[in-house]
């Protein structure tokens, strides 16, 4: 499975966007890009997946570049309760396991 | 429509010890993964069970092994308690795995700490 980056921590202004990014460079061309994130002491939550094309559901954004080498997570209106660690990562076509690193910390603070 | 439980919440064991823990999966899933998570790590994919069987497995010794029933709830057993087995062990359920929905539910977890 592809290797993923994130940057370890982040802040957002509650109100305001959060744009979380992912770098995924080595990702191929059967490889899926996940998020999930965890809320202090509670299981991980799906939020989103694609493959190539941009993706939008009720709790989010997924935009992958068209070279597919890195996507960005977008919260469009950051609450507290969206303060949590949020994982990216790719899973391949076929794979059952979800391989998280250690995701990047969101606080959104008031 | 309960979501994924997961029993006990909490437990302590010693070294050496057996340990036995418990996932129901959300209603209407029949396929159960098991996820080890250390503090400050992201969980660590243990295993998987559909239709009874294992059929998937991460990079864990033997003494990690589970079970799955016909109702589809599930069991997880670690052997031998290591100091190193103190996680969180949290369960997901699906249906029919990734493959056919893309998306994992999980539970809250069962915290087991090792003396």
């Known amino acids: 499975d592809a290797k993923t980056t994130q940057p370890p921590s982040m802040d957002c202004a509650e109100g305001r966007a959060a744009n979380l990014p992912c770098n995924h460079s080595t990702i191929s061309g059967n490889e899926y890009v996940y998020w999930y994130r965890q809320i202090h002491s509670q299981g991980p939550q799906y939020i989103i997946h694609g493959l190539k094309n941009n993706e939008t559901n009720e709790m989010a954004s997924l935009i992958i570049t068209e070279d597919r080498k890195s996507s960005t997570l977008i919260l469009p209106h950051a609450t507290l309760r969206d303060t949590a660690v949020y994982y990216c990562i790719v899973r391949r076509k076929g794979s059952e396991k979800l391989v998280f690193g250690k995701g990047t910390k969101l606080t959104v603070n008031p | 429509d309960a979501g994924v439980t997961q029993s006990p919440t909490h437990l302590i064991k010693t070294r050496g010890q057996q340990v036995t823990l418990r996932c129901s999966p959300k209603?209407?899933?029949?396929?159960v993964s098991w996820y080890q998570q250390a503090l400050g790590q992201g969980p660590q994919f243990i295993f998987q069970y559909y239709e009874e069987e294992e059929r998937q497995r991460g990079n864990f010794p033997d003494r990690f092994s589970g079970h799955q029933f016909p109702n589809y709830s599930s069991e997880l057993n670690v052997n031998a308690l290591l100091l190193g087995d103190s996680a969180l062990y949290l369960c997901?359920?699906?249906?029919?795995?990734?493959?056919?929905?893309?998306?994992?539910?999980f539970g809250e977890g069962s915290r087991l700490t090792v003396l």
């Open positions: 997901a359920s699906s249906s029919q795995g990734l493959a056919q929905t893309g998306e994992l539910f």
């Open positions: 209603s209407g899933h029949d396929t």
